[in-house]
């Protein structure tokens, strides 16, 4: 099955040290993730992220309502982690995060590789616009947050071979 990658980086004008500590918390995905994927987190709180940390969540994807489990596989605050999807919508889904100082704020790097039930044809008429609709969001979310409006980056699906 044809796995696809997508990147997006938006620098906020803040240190990575109170830009980290944002992402640390887990609770704060659902401030970050559109109002019609009805995204909640089931894990009870506190949810003490590091490599090993499991978070179970729900969301309604197009009508349907689907669980999703993801491990924090790796972390190495304040510089990056990884989550990977171990039950969800997805047959494969890793997603680093890099935090990277720059020109006295920070750059937050978002790579995901992802491969989504049905292949290709499900990715070119659904998943690839969902995918960018919601990173567009985030960083809508988080220049609200930071106050940020300084750069943006946001990449396109590609195929991996």
């Not at 099955?1 to 990147?7: G, P, S």
């Not at 019609?36 to 729900?58: C, H, M, Q």
Request: proline fraction near 7%; include cysteine; charged fraction near 25%.
């Amino acid at each position: 099955m044809k796995e696809f990658t997508f990147e997006a980086e938006t620098c906020v004008p803040h240190p990575r040290s109170e830009v980290f500590p944002f992402f640390a918390e887990a609770r704060n995905l659902q401030t970050l993730t559109p109002p019609w994927l009805k995204f909640e987190v089931l894990t009870p709180a506190p949810i003490v992220l590091r490599a090993g940390t499991l978070i179970d969540y729900r969301i309604t994807v197009h009508g349907l309502t689907i669980r999703w489990r993801t491990e924090i596989a790796e972390w190495d605050p304040p510089h990056r982690f990884v989550d990977v999807q171990l039950c969800g919508p997805y047959t494969l889904w890793h997603h680093t995060h890099t935090f990277e100082e720059s020109d006295g704020g920070t750059l937050c790097r978002d790579r995901v590789r992802y491969r989504p039930r049905g292949g290709a044809l499900i990715n070119w008429l659904f998943v690839r616009r969902d995918v960018e609709r919601i990173f567009q969001y985030r960083q809508q979310r988080l220049w609200e947050i930071f106050g940020a409006r300084a750069q943006q980056t946001l990449g396109a699906v590609s195929p991996v071979s």
